[in-house]
């Protein structure tokens, strides 16, 4: 409970035409400890004075000239946040039922009936004015409670984008110990995302979805994953398994994040003119994963491989404009040709196997 001292600091904005009445309630609340009054004579000066004073508490009488409290206390609705507790406390000799309920429903939260009996009103305005503090307290603590759901949340997010990461690098692991291309193929997938005209968000989504493209290499045999020279059929057709491993570990999630993962872990080896690894083909295969194909083939040539160096990057984009409408969709090799000049260059990695069936130009 509230003591005395903190409510004797309130500020109290008392409201009455006639003088008398004001000095009167001005005696009682000095006497009671207030300290903090402002008064006014005039209804048509509450509005400034409220704005200016910012009072805990108002004392209103309803019969004035000009404006009359019903009145004031329309006025006053609009300063006063719905979130706020600011009591209003009417005074009145009209004590019919209907008049009460007219100024309850305008806003006042008490009345005190005129000729006024100070230890009444001293009780009122004391009970009101610590409703308001326990309020007040109340409205601090959900502040703080938001501002440290907004924190927790926005470190959940950062942790997860952080496991995605860190789950895509240690896919790349084994055969790039830097695990940059997950990243470079999703960040080089996104900006053609976004050079097709595909929204912010989605072009975000599919960055981080992108570089979890090779996630299913986690389960292919080192044998076959690091073996040295070329792989036999059987070999490949293993290599192969990483999209439908890939899938199966993201499989099942309610995160759309983790559903687009799971597409592009399956779909980014088809090819346009279907004869990649599933025989997808054209419109069958969803944006993401045709973006990621381009994405992936791209970055491979364009850095160091244990058997070639790495591609000059117009030879790479000579060969993607090659290959447009047979392992790529048309449009995204547009994309990439249209913003050429944007592509940044960067500092080649060192992948293992390509899966993508590449021929040296
Ligand atoms: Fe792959």
Redesign the pocket.
């Known amino acids: 409970m509230m003591d005395s001292d903190s409510l004797n600091g309130a500020r109290i904005l008392i409201v009455d035409d006639e003088s008398a009445n004001v000095l009167l309630l001005q005696r009682i609340l000095q006497r009671a400890g207030f300290e903090d009054l402002k008064s006014t004579t005039d209804p048509r000066h509450v509005l400034s004075l409220f704005t200016e004073f910012m009072p805990d508490l108002v004392l209103l009488d309803l019969h004035m000239p000009h404006l009359d409290g019903y009145a004031v206390m329309e006025q006053l609705r609009s300063r006063i946040a719905p979130s706020e507790y600011l009591p209003i406390l009417v005074l009145t000799a009209d004590v019919t039922a209907a008049a009460k309920q007219r100024a309850l429903s305008g806003g006042a939260r008490d009345f005190l009936t005129k000729p006024l009996d100070a230890t009444e009103v001293v009780l009122r305005i004391r009970n009101l004015l610590e409703t308001r503090s326990l309020h007040q307290v109340l409205q601090d603590q959900n502040v703080r409670l938001e501002e440290k759901v907004r924190d927790r949340t926005a470190a959940l997010e950062d942790a997860r984008l952080e496991m995605l990461a860190r789950l895509a690098a240690a896919a790349e692991y084994r055969d790039d110990d830097t695990g940059e291309h997950a990243q470079r193929v999703g960040s080089l997938a996104a900006f053609l995302a976004d050079a097709l005209g595909i929204s912010e968000e989605e072009s975000e989504l599919i960055r981080l979805a992108g570089q979890l493209?090779?996630v299913?290499?986690i389960g292919i045999p080192d044998a076959i994953l690091l073996k040295p020279g070329a792989l036999s059929t059987d070999e490949f057709e293993v290599i192969k398994t990483?999209?439908t491993i890939g899938a199966s570990i993201l499989s099942g999630s309610q995160s759309r994040l983790l559903q687009l993962a799971e597409e592009i872990a399956l779909y980014?080896?088809e090819k346009w003119d279907g004869t990649g690894y599933a025989g997808l083909r054209s419109d069958g295969i969803p944006v993401p994963a045709r973006l990621v194909a381009v994405a992936?083939v791209f970055d491979a040539l364009t850095h160091k491989r244990p058997y070639r160096n790495a591609w000059p990057a117009e030879d790479a984009i000579k060969y993607v404009r090659d290959q447009s409408g047979r392992h790529f969709d048309p449009s995204i090799v547009t994309a990439l040709l249209d913003r050429e000049g944007d592509l940044s260059s960067s500092t080649p990695g060192d992948p293992g196997h390509e899966?993508?069936g590449v021929q040296e130009p």
């Open positions: 493209h090779d299913g290499k990483h999209t980014h080896h992936d899966e993508q």
